[in-house]
């Protein structure tokens, strides 16, 4: 690759995907032309001045995309995939009767966003985010508040930072090698930040929309449907769980997880059709997010300034506005990191801006309303707040204790 060409010593490509993200942020009405107008002129940039990490020309784009489709085939495969469990768990009438078992104040919104954090830290947090959105629907009279979405997306990136099968991201600490037990530690962290975002969150959902006291009487739960949900969920962990422990190599040449989910939502459709009318909009919403990973995983980010906690804490901030897979591949290889903060920061950071998760873009195909940054930093201010208070308080109990630089 040629070195890249600097404008007040910022690489071009950097700036290039600046003003796609501020695009994305100003015109979030039209949020898929601009990705798709941003991935195109960083891509007809790269062609013609600087090429690719893997070489120039088309064959050095080509090469770069080899490396990627895994990634971006899983991304697509599962947004769409877990848009249909969402209408089946929708169509099963649990969240129906979800008003039933949540407490009738603000601390029902509390107890459903700790029912996402769990389901997170071992489904995948799009599943576990579209699942809490789907009962916030019902159990708010289908009036949820942005700032109560910000802290759904929150919830299940949360829950999955201390996991190695709830995030991407602590899946490829797993595979390279580092302990399970290191990557615990962020719940620390994740605790702490959960209880800070999650009880004004849930005073702004009360006051906004309050819950619904009771369910409709006579409801009826349809089982087959309830089976359809925890096949696909099942299907989905233990691919995730086989291809890490077995066959990891395999995760690096075809997309093991989205292709387990459209199994069991392909064999299950036998008993009860999926509802394919999401697809239309999912796949809008899915292309938007594809588009602005494949822009980031283009950015000339060859190295990271040196590992230590103050580095950790930028990558979190940095992951709302660039995808965390390159950021945690990097730090992987740099190595010297204390990787529980690591995973807090890549995993958790991303909930601050709605598009900086797949989790985020998932819950915005099913509320388009946050579709907007600035509506979603006003009133999902508790969620930036929590991770800086969460990072520091893990900080304060455990200390930095870095493995060796690489």
């Given at each position: 690759m040629i070195e890249p060409i600097l404008v007040f010593g910022i690489p071009v490509d950097f700036i290039l995907f600046a003003l796609t993200l501020?695009?994305?942020?100003?015109?979030?009405?039209?949020?898929?032309?601009?990705?798709?107008?941003?991935?195109?002129?960083?891509?007809?940039?790269?062609?013609?001045?600087?090429?690719?990490?893997?070489?120039?020309?088309?064959?050095?784009?080509?090469?770069?995309?080899?490396?990627?489709?895994?990634t971006l085939a899983n991304l697509f495969l599962l947004l769409m995939g877990f848009a249909l469990l969402s209408r089946h768990f929708e169509e099963s009438r649990i969240p129906d009767e979800m008003p039933a078992l949540l407490p009738d104040d603000w601390k029902g919104g509390v107890t459903l966003l700790c029912l996402v954090f769990v389901l997170s830290s071992f489904l995948?947090?799009?599943?576990?985010?579209?699942?809490?959105?789907?009962?916030?629907?019902h159990v708010f009279s289908g009036k949820v508040h942005i700032g109560y979405l910000a802290a759904i997306v929150a919830a299940s990136?949360?829950?999955?930072?201390?996991?190695?099968?709830?995030?991407t991201t602590t899946t490829m600490m797993w595979i390279a090698g580092v302990s399970p037990l290191s990557v615990v530690e962020s719940y620390?962290?994740?605790?702490?930040?959960?209880?800070?975002?999650?009880?004004?969150?849930?005073?702004?959902?009360?006051?906004?929309?309050?819950?619904?006291?009771?369910?409709?009487?006579?409801l009826k739960i349809h089982k087959v449907r309830?089976?359809?949900?925890?096949?696909?969920?099942?299907?989905?962990?233990?691919?995730?769980?086989?291809?890490?422990?077995?066959?990891?190599?395999?995760?690096?040449?075809?997309?093991?997880?989205?292709?387990a989910v459209w199994a069991a939502i392909l064999l299950t459709a036998a008993?009860?059709?999926?509802?394919?009318?999401?697809?239309?909009?999912?796949?809008?919403?899915?292309?938007?997010?594809?588009?602005?990973?494949?822009?980031?995983?283009?950015?000339?980010?060859?190295?990271l300034p040196a590992a230590s906690w103050q580095t950790a804490l930028g990558l979190g901030f940095l992951s709302a506005v660039f995808d965390n897979i390159p950021l945690t591949a990097l730090a992987l290889k740099q190595g010297g990191y204390d990787w529980g903060y690591l995973a807090y920061a890549v995993g958790f950071g991303g909930s601050m801006i709605w598009f900086g998760s797949s989790a985020g873009v998932a819950l915005s195909n099913m509320y388009p309303e946050a579709k907007s940054v600035g509506r979603w930093i006003s009133h999902g201010w508790p969620v930036a707040v929590a991770y800086v208070i969460g990072f520091f308080v893990m900080?304060?109990?455990?200390?930095?204790?870095?493995?060796?630089?690489?």
């Open positions: 501020l695009g994305v942020a100003l015109f979030h009405h039209h949020t898929l032309p601009v990705a798709l107008t941003g991935l195109a002129t960083i891509v007809s940039y790269k062609l013609a001045f600087t090429g690719f990490k893997d070489g120039i020309g088309l064959g050095g784009l080509g090469q770069h995309m080899a490396h990627e489709w895994v995948d947090n799009i599943a576990a985010a579209l699942i809490g959105g789907t009962v916030a629907r990136n949360a829950g999955g930072a201390g996991s190695v099968v709830g995030d620390v962290a994740a605790i702490v930040a959960m209880f800070i975002f999650a009880v004004p969150a849930s005073l702004q959902q009360q006051r906004f929309s309050p819950i619904v006291k009771n369910p409709p009487s006579g309830v089976f359809i949900v925890a096949a696909i969920l099942v299907a989905a962990l233990a691919a995730n769980v086989i291809a890490n422990l077995k066959f990891p190599a395999l995760l690096h040449t075809i997309p093991v997880l989205g292709l008993l009860r059709r999926p509802d394919w009318s999401v697809m239309p909009e999912t796949f809008k919403g899915t292309v938007f997010l594809l588009a602005l990973v494949t822009a980031a995983s283009m950015m000339p980010v060859d190295r900080l304060a109990i455990l200390g930095w204790h870095p493995d060796a630089p690489r």
